[in-house]
Nanobody, 122 residues
């Protein structure tokens, strides 16, 4: 069974940093990070196809940097200058079936990790 396993979440004060990791049990051409706050829809944070650049949500541009190590099947999310509104459960996603302009849309991903909680206190 294909698995995605996230790690690296935790609690941090506003302005701080965290680095999330997600390991995949097999290679995926497209990998993404999403986040979700209870009662709200899941929001795309960053995504990349193959060796292409990551696309980011406007809310995290300039603060978050995603990267991936395809050989090790790991995707990372470096989060800097964290804000209280970044508090959410962060998920890794793969098995993408959409088009390039849909990379940050959750409905086009079919495999999800269990999530890792990020809490930012002000």
């Amino acid at each position: 069974q294909v698995q995605l396993v996230e790690s690296g979440g935790g609690s941090v004060q506003a302005g701080g940093s965290l680095r999330l990791s997600c390991g995949a049990s097999r290679y995926f051409f497209t990998l993404a990070w999403f986040r979700q706050v209870p009662g709200k829809e899941r929001e795309g944070v960053a995504a990349s196809r193959g060796s292409g650049p990551f696309v980011y949500a406007d809310s995290v541009k300039g603060r978050f940097t995603a990267s991936k190590d395809s050989a090790r099947r790991i995707i990372y999310l470096e989060m800097n200058n964290l804000k209280s509104e970044d508090t959410a459960m962060y998920y890794c996603a793969a098995d993408f079936t959409g088009q390039d302009d849909q990379l940050l849309s959750e409905v086009h991903y079919n495999t999800w990790g269990q999530g890792t909680q990020v809490t930012v206190s002000s």
